[in-house]
């Protein structure tokens, strides 16, 4: 009987936690997924990169103050969403992706851009039609953190600073890359 008892208390103990944390923070998850190319000169030729760019847009849901208890609640839209883009590249005549780049930043507004690399580096590109346009005049501020992961700083047009963290960035070695 008593151990039915403390399976009992551990599971209320397990639901009471799960549900204060659900209504905690509450989370809207929006996905996309689009296709579109650069194009980048690699010292030899011209090279056009196919990209395939996933965004989930993670916005936390709140509600008015004064609409507290209530079913309807209107929702408050300033929040801050985190945005976390994958961009995989292919950057040769196969089929597979050659190099993967994950990102996250936060912002008030869903923004047109998204890293990729250029001549091993990374850039920032804008959305523009089918295409992505380098934008040549931008210079990335880096800085490294303490975990191995690097965090670029990029101001928009609004001269507000984004901050990126790369929390992912493979590429091909560098061998097949000087035999090409």
Known sequence: MKTKNI???????????GTLMAQE?????LDTKISKSYTVNNGK??????VEITTKRLNTVESAKEDEGKIDQDRVVDSVATIIKTVQIDNDEDDA?????????EAKTPEDFVLVSKNNELVVAMNEGDNLKIVENINLKSKKMMNDKTTYIFTNEHGENLEFLVEEYSRPNETAMLEE
């Open 97 to 105: 992706f050659d190099e993967k780049i994950v990102f996250s930043y």
């Open 45 to 50: 030729k011209l090279v056009k990169n196919s």
């Open 25 to 29: 923070k509450n989370q809207e998850v």
């Open 7 to 17: 399976y009992m208390s551990l599971a209320g103990i397990l639901l009471m936690t």
